[in-house]
C-alpha cells in the first residue's frame, strides 16, 4: 500500500484518540518513517500534545485552497510533520457540510502529499459530521480506540455503523481493529469490557493498552511516550500496535 493513511476515530470523546494518533505516529517517526499527522478534531490537541501551537492548517487545506505543502508544520522531530487544526476546523466543518462538498475532498486535498509520506495518520473529533466521515474515506485503514469501561463499548456500534454506511457507498478502506485503551486488568469494569469485546470482535481486536497515567503526563508535557517512559510497560503496548499496524500496512 503506497503511503497508508490510518484514521484513528470514535464518536465517544476521551477514549485514546488522539493519545494514540500521536504515539503511533512519533514510533513510526522513529522507525525511520515519514510520517504526517492531520489533526481533524477543533481541540488541536495533536498539536498541544507535541508542544506545537495549534493553527488553523486543515481550514488552510480544506477551505482556503492553500497548497497542501503550505499547511504543514514541522514538529521538530525527525521524520514527523503535522498538518495542526484548531477552532476553524469547526468552521470548515460548516463550509463543508453548507457547500455539499463530496466525500473524497480530504483524499483529494491530501493526494498531493503521498509522494512525501510514508504514512499519513487522522485524529478525528468525538462527534458525528462531514469532517470524520470524509477522513474515514480517505482512509485505507480504520483503528477504533474504545476505553474498556461500559459506556465507551456501547457507543462502538455507532462508528462500525458509519464504517458500514461508507462501504455500501463505495469506501475501499477496511477496519484495521478495535483498540481496547485504558485497560487495568485489576478493575472488574475494564475485565467484563474486553471479555464482551473479544467475545464479540475476536477478528479485529488488537492487544489492549494498558491504562497508565505517565500518558497523562505527557500530554501536560508535551512529550511522547518515546521521549518520556520508554522503554515500559504501556510503550510496549503500543508497539506491540505499531507492528500491527505497519504490517497490515504491507499487505
Ligand atoms: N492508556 C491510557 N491510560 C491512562 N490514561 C490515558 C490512556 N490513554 C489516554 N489517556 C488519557 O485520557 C485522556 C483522554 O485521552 P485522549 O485525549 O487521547 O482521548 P480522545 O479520544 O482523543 O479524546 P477526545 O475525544 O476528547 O478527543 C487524556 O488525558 C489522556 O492522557
Ligand atoms: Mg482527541
Not at 481533524?40 to 490537541?45: H, I
Not at 514541522?74 to 521524520?79: A, D, F, K, L, V
Amino acid at each position: 500500500m503506497k503511503c497508508p493513511k490510518i484514521c484513528f476515530v470514535n464518536q465517544k470523546g476521551g477514549v485514546g484518540k488522539t493519545t494514540s494518533t500521536i504515539t503511533v505516529a512519533d514510533e513510526l517517526a522513529r522507525r525511520g518513517k515519514r510520517t504526517l499527522v492531520v489533526d481533524f478534531d477543533p481541540q488541536g490537541q495533536c498539536a498541544v500534545a507535541l508542544n506545537i501551537p495549534p493553527q488553523p492548517g486543515v481550514f488552510k487545506l480544506l477551505i482556503s485552497g492553500s497548497a497542501p505543502a503550505d499547511c504543514i508544520n514541522e514538529t521538530g522531530r525527525p521524520n514527523l510533520a503535522m498538518i495542526t487544526g484548531d477552532r476553524s476546523t469547526a468552521t470548515a466543518q460548516i463550509v463543508l457540510a453548507a457547500e455539499n462538498r463530496p466525500f473524497d475532498t480530504i483524499r483529494q486535498a491530501l493526494k498531493p502529499l503521498e509522494n512525501q509520506f510514508d504514512y499519513i495518520l487522522f485524529d478525528t473529533a468525538p462527534s458525528v459530521g462531514g469532517i470524520q466521515e470524509r477522513a474515514v474515506w480517505a482512509a485505507n485503514l480504520i483503528v477504533i480506540p474504545v476505553a474498556t469501561d461500559y459506556l465507551a463499548v456501547d457507543s462502538l456500534g455507532k462508528t462500525l455503523d458509519m464504517l458500514t454506511a461508507l462501504s455500501k457507498q463505495g469506501w475501499q478502506g477496511k477496519l484495521a481493529g478495535i483498540l481496547p485503551t485504558m485497560y487495568d486488568h485489576v478493575t472488574n469494569e475494564s475485565r467484563k469490557a474486553y471479555s464482551y469485546l473479544e467475545k464479540n470482535y475476536p477478528e479485529t481486536l488488537f492487544t489492549p493498552i494498558r491504562r497508565a497515567t505517565i500518558l497523562r503526563d505527557c500530554i501536560a508535557d508535551g512529550l511522547t511516550i518515546w521521549q518520556k517512559a520508554a522503554p515500559g510497560p504501556v510503550a510496549d503496548d503500543y508497539r506491540a500496535l505499531v507492528d500491527q499496524l505497519m504490517k497490515l500496512s504491507r499487505s
